[in-house]
Structures are given as C-alpha cells and as structure tokens.
C-alpha cells in the first residue's frame, strides 16, 4: 500500500477516559466491524479485563476509511491506562507515526495523561489532543482545553471535542487523522526492516509477532530472521488484525500485522526485536526498547507442598502469553518450595495471582510483595537482593541502597495539605509544584519506591476523596539508613515475614507490625508468641492467645450429616494457610506486614 | 419407598423413634418439635406404628430409644399404644430407654413404661437452679426432677440418666458444681453433661444478640468442663463420650452404637437413618409426615448416598468421639481402610501437639483435647 495513505496511531489516556470506548466508534464508522459484532470495548478480549473493566494488554487493530476520494489504511493501536502497564504504552508508541491523547471533559489532565504526553514526546510521535466525553454534564471541555494548553503544550484550539460514548465528533477526529497525521516514512525500496512490538503464544499456530514494517516487505514464505537472536525462521502466514486475524499475502513499509513462523517458544522471541531478510539482512536494527522493569517481587508457594510442580506449570502456561513478570525457584527454610516472582506493579501482581488460582485450581499462599534493594559489600561488590530474607549479615554490608522514583501527583488543592504530611512520612522530597488551574496542582516528588509502591495512592485517594491520581518513574539507586525486621512465631523465625524499613521507622513499624501479625494468625490449640527482632534484639511481642473451647456438645446419629459439613468447612478454612511447623498462617498474614493503617 | 426395599443385612440395629411433641418450647431448644395441643395424636401414633411396620419382623434391634421432643407428652393411652408396638416386634431389645421430661413423669406413665419392658430412663433436668431453669425456659422445677427421678427409682427403674447443661448464661463454676453434685446425690446410673449452643434461630440467641444475656467466656466454659470431668470421676462415673458419663456398665448402648458408626433405624418426622451405605432423614412436619405414611409413601425428605470417604471419615470422626477412640483394626474390618494410614498427617500433627494418644491399638483424644476436639475432628472430616 502507498505509504502516503497509510496512518499508524496509538490511543493512549490516563485510565478510564475512554480510549477503548473510542477504538469501538472507529471500528464502527470504518465498518470493520458490523453492529452486530459489536459489544463494549471490544478490544479488551481477554476476561480479567472484562471483568475489571479496564486495559491490561495493548492491542492492534487495520481499519479502511475513505476520505478525500481515497482509501486510508488506518491501525490503531489502543493502549493501557494503569501504571503498571506504561511499557505497553511505549511499545505501541514505537510501532506509530501519531498518537490521540485522550482527554476525559470531566476529569481533566490527570497523571497518566502526563505521564503518556512525555512519553509520546519522547518517543517523537505526532499528537492530537482529544477531549473525551463530552456528552456528561460534568464535561467542562474549555477548562480541560485550557489545562492540556498549560500542561502539555496542546493549542487548545486544536483539541478535538468528542464523545466516544454517543459517536460525536468522532467522524471528524477520524477525518483529520487522514489529513493531520504524518504518514509512515517510504522506505519500500530497502531490505526488510520490521519491530516486533508485541506477541502471543496461539495454541495452534505457535508464537504470533505482532509487527510494524519499517522498511521494505514481509512476505508469505520469506526466509527471515530476527536480528537480536539471529534465528531464521520461514513465514508460514502474515495477517493483519480486523480485530480477528486476517491472513494476507505481505506487508509493506509502514503497515502494521502479524508473522507466524513456526516459533514454538515465546522465550525465542524478544520484544523490541527486528526481524529482517535472511538473505539480504539489514545493517543494523531498529532502536529497541528498554526491557520492563520489574518493580515488585514477592514469593509464591503453593498452599499445599505437594503441588509445587502444578504451580510450576501453572507459570509456565502464563509466561507463554506475559513475559513480563519473571519467576524462578525458590526454597524458603520455613514455607519450602516456591517462586520468586517479579511484576510490573500491584496490579500485575494481583492479575497474575488471580490468574494463576483461577486458570489452574490452585491455593497460592504469595509474601508480601518488596521492592529490590542493592547492598554494596565491604569487598566492595555489588548485589541486588529481591526479598529481605536475602538480605546479608549486617557486618558484611558497607552500604543499603533502596530505588528512587520521580513522583507526580495531581490533585485539587484543598488536598495540598493532607498529601504534602503523608508525603513527608514516607520520606518523599517536593520538588515543585504547578498549578494547572486555580483548584489543581500538579506536584512532582522524589522518593523511595517501598514507600509508594503499596498503598500510597490509596492513601492519597482517600486523603483527595478520590480526586488525587498518580504516576512515577524510576530514577536509581540510593543509598539510605535501611534495617530489617524479623519476625519470630513460636520462636522460630520466618523468613517470609521480614521486611526491610528504614532506621527511623524501624521500631514503629515492628510494634505495628506484631500487632496486625496478632489479628491476622488465627487462634490455635496452643498459645503462639510473636516476636519483633530488629538487628538480633526482640523490640516487641505479643501473644496469639489458645482458643480454649472448640468442641460439639452433641453428636447422635441425626446430627451427622450436618455435623460433618460444619467439620468439612472448619478443615477447609486452614487452606490458603502455610504451616510453620505447627502454627497455619493465613495468606493475609503475610500481607499484613505491609499495612501501615492503625 | 427406594430406602425401604433393601433389607437391612447389618448384625444389629439400633431403633430411635422420634416423637416430635412438647409442652411448650425451651428457648434454648433448636430441635423439631411442635406442641402437642395442634395435633390429632392417635393419627399421629399410627402412623409411627406404620412407618415400624415397613420393617421385616426378623430386622436385628438391639436397642430402642424413644426420644423427642418429649414422648412424656402423649397420653397416656397413646404411648402405651407405641410402647406395644415396638415391645411385641422387638421383644429381645436389650435396651429399651425413654426420654422423660421431669414435669410430666407421673406414676401411671412409670407403670406403663415398667409393662412394656422400658428398661432405661432418660430425664431432662437440665440444672437444679430455678433462675437457670427460668432461663432456659423449662417447664418444670427442680422438686420436679428430684421427685419424678425417686419415683422412677421405687418403680424399679435401675437404669437412669439424666442431662445437665453447662455454661448457661450467667451461671458461675460453683453454681455448676452445686448442679454436679445434686445429680451425683440422686444416685442416677448416667449423666450427660453438655455446654450450651446457642442455636441459631432460638429466642435465646436473640437474647444473647440484644446484649440482655452475657454468653460465658471460653476459659469459664472450659473450666466447668474440666469440672464436670473431674467431679463425676471422683463419684465414680467414668466418661465414655465428650458429653457423656456412666457408672459401670451403663454406657447407653444405642447411642454407643452411633459412635460406632453402626445403622439404625429412624421412625417418625425429622428422625434420620443410616443402613450402612445412605442417610436419610424423614420429613420434619407432622402433618406432611402423616400424610404420607398414610398414602403409603415415603416419609423420607433428604437422603445423602456415601462414599467410601465419606464413610470413612465419619467412622473416624464419631469413633474419636468416645474415649475408647478409634479401635485400629476394628476400624480397619468395617470400613476397609487402614486409618494410620489415611490419616497419617493429621495423626502426626495432633499426636506431636499431644492432643491425640495412640496406644495399645488404639487412637483416642487425650484430655487435653476434649475441650477442643473439633479442632482436632475437622482434620478427620476428609482425606
Ligand atoms: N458518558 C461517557 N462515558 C464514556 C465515554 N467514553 C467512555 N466512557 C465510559 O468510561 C468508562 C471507561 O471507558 P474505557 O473505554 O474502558 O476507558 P479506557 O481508557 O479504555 O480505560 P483503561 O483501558 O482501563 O485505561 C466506561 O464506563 C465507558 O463506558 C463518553 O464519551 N461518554
Ligand atoms: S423439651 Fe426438649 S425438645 Fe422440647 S422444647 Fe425443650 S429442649 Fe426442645
Ligand atoms: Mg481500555
């Protein structure tokens, strides 16, 4: 296809303002789906996202439209909202000419829509700011014109006013995606060049590369090969997405599809990578993207030891269609075999452990999720550590450095106040504040990661009655007064349990800690001290105290069928629990440590 | 009928015949029972008669039980009639006992019960404290239990029980002990002594809800259990069950025998069955139950097919029970699993907790777990 009507885009927003919504309307007005097919963000496929409602996985999608007397080739790519997922963000950008900001009339510029500007920015795409929803009576589409003029740097004049619900203005957002956006670069006479920026593993086809053609031709029974493997491999099919995959015969410069090649393992396949002629290879490939970067890891075990390699299966089938969460083995002296497990966020977290119950009939009993830290040595050497239980003996570390993250929050400004202390107690530094209006604020922090990772924007959710939203980024590493808390039950110290703080907030937050460690263990048939040591010295204890009646008066024979339920069910609430020998803890336990709440 | 046309193959047969009256209702009280006033109990006698006559005259019975509700509650003229029909088809029951409510067990009921060869007497005192009594919302006195328990005993009853309950509201340790030892002093052969359960959907629950009555803490409860423990062993009682305590030789038979998880035979509403392989439990409602022993049909309302897992956790749970525990390979020739076996990490887990004792080919609840057995139970409820 002539590149000069071809136009690549990305949908990108803060969450919830509607891009999927707005794939729906352009799918419709493109007629490539029929009213018939269609059913409400039609994009988002897979259930989790169903359910929740919300974007996990960025998906493409060619569409034909007419205009001017000609026939575009539109693919657009439609993003998710979350933090946790801004490298799809990224990749999608990368596979672009042009990005829609999407605006929520009701809402305004909100963290991720900054967040998603700088990258689109960064990433050298075109931008057209959309504002969204204009159909509520909440909508105020000039002030938010005004804020994305101060904010972001797009003339108001130049926002398009939509409303993906009801279609308006959606026709004309598409019309002048044809005449505004920058086709892709003709680059047709040269060898094969194409960014794999996404995959998935199908059952019968293998791996399925989702592709954007930079240069030259993708052709059915090409010998390629990928550039940062160096596997070649035959195209069995190439296709485009309409959103079902439709087979094609090639794909041309700048047009955007899939390769399916015989590629049994995703592991084979690196997203970012780009595939060439095997017989007439380019020079050099195309810029890739940084790898996602884990945030958080935690431990997974399964409830029952016997089931360890069905969990190991279990991750195995997930990494076949994520391989952005990372997992190996792992062995813990007190919950025995497990993974550790690396994800993008809490959210992640959350899907994956959901996921991995749900798909597979398993108890996963998951430690409380911890940032990495690095301990440099007093030889000098450097170690990156995943979970406190790895962390050295203090006399052989010469310095604790924990990740920094540039913090920004937008908020209204009777919030100010209440954000700025909580800010303050979790040893985050205001770096400036910007007023996008004379009731919000745009405030940019710098901090430590464990101290936001968890349940800071809840926190700031509830302090901003739900108006503050967020977004960080990673900047490094840091040196800081870091300890770690251990926690012994029935004198026995469990791993899983520690976790590190830093030195001022250490001996509170261990007496916290025993005290939310007390509400969560449930009574057993002895009493279970609980024990807070910091450095090898007990700061605190408390006492899970015996239960001392558990018993039925009367069993005869009428009771039995009732009486055995009642048993069952009592035996069946000890699962999800972890022995340490003999005491069960509870999954929410091993939460717990994190709850900082009074 | 699907229950009834098996034969029962089993060696012997406990008889529970339920007959679903009272006087009144106790507010404590989660069974069925209906007043007796509503109903038309000739009608209702019958058809208890009928539902007996279901089964051959060769099934094995070794022990009755007539219980309630309070079969006090039926004239006279109608228990006698029930008494006969289960004395002329089952006249080699070894144990024959009733249930009797202390305030209706007159003379003329005793002399009925001793002709129809009633051999044991189980009577609901509950406690000997009028206020708990009150509580309680039982319909009779202390005197009341006092003077029906003699008179039973001039009739020659020599087989007599009684039930306590403990851990009422409001009552105290000593309170308790002064309940001890009036039972101990009316030289009865058998006491159960039971903690309250405030059953759902009692008056007494309401009351506990509302805040006007103060449920007894744990460690009190489990005080007055060791009590009772104790206190009945110094008078010579030894404990056989969680909540029952004999003389020598009088452990009730028919109930040993659900422990033992061996079948019985239930007849009248709500009561429930086991042959071995299904439980089944008669409908619980008078007039419905009449109606369709009358009509000729099943009076069965739920039946629960087991499987062998079932069967065996229930064997085990209910052997755990009783304080001979679970017979290794008694317990192995009736239910074909091998139970160290099966339950080899729950065995291990209570036994290093010392809350299970194995010994002499046995496996029971060590005292210490008495108190909380079904925690120990529930890891026994499936494999
Ligand atoms: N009233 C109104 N509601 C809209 C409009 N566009 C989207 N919505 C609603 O906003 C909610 C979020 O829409 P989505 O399309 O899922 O938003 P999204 O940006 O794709 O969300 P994520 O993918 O989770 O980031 C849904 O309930 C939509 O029905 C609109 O123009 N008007
Ligand atoms: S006498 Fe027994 S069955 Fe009747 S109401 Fe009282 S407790 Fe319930
Ligand atoms: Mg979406």
Redesign the interface.
Known sequence: MDTRYIRNFSIVAHIDHGKSTLADRMLELTGTITSRDAKEQLLDDMDIERERGITIKASAVTMHYRYNGQTYMLNLIDTPGHVDFHYEVSRALAACEGALLVVDASQGVEAQTVANAYLAVETGVEIMGVINKIDLPAAQPEVVAEEMEHVLGIRRKECFRISAKTGAGVKDLLDAICELLPGPEDRSAETTKALVFDSHADQYRGVVCYVRVFSGKLRVRQKIRLMHSGRSYLVTELGQFRPAMVPVEELGTGEVGYIVANIRNLADVTIGDTVTDDANPADAPLKSYQPPMQMVFSDFYPGDNTEYSKLRAAFEKLALNDASFSFSPQNSPALGFGFRCGFLGLLHMEIIQERLERENDLDIVQTAPTVTYEVVMSDGRVKRIESPSELPDRTLIRELREPFVRLEIITSTESIGGIMKLAEARRCKLIKTDYLNPTRVMMEYKGPLAEIVYDFYDQIKGISRGYATMDYELTGFEATHLVKIDILVNGQPVDALSIIVHRDHAEQRGRKLVTKLKKSIPRHQFEIPLQVAIGGKIIARETVKAFRKDVTAKLYGGDVTRKMKVLKKQKEGKKRMKSIGSVQIPQKAFMSVLDTSD | MGTYSEPLRTQSL?L?VHVPLCDGKCRYCGFYSEPAANHDLDRLVSALISELDRYPADTPVQTVYLGGGSPTSLPVGSLARLLEAVASRWPGAREFTVECNPGQTDARILTVLRRFGVNRLSFGVQSFHAQELLLLGRRHTADDAVSAIRLAQESGFENIGLDLIFAIPGSTPDAWHQNLHRAVALNVQHISA????VEPGTPLLQAVQAGELDAID??T??AM?EMAIDCLASAGFVQYE??NFAREGFACLH?QG??DNRS?I?IGP???S?DGGS?T?NIADIRQYVRRIEAGQSPAD?S?RLNDE?RV??TA??NL?TRKGVDLAAFQATTGADFAEVFASPLE?HR??G?LEIEGGRVRLARE??????????????F
């Open positions: 406990g529970y039971y903690s309250l359960t744990e460690d409860d489990r259990y969680i909540s109930n659900y422990w019985y239930g709500s009561a429930s086991y439980r439990t739920e629960e079932d956790c229930q749970v209910l029970r887990r290093r907790l809350l777990a008495l108190g909380i057995a079904d925690s120990v139970l529930c890891d026994f409820s499936s």
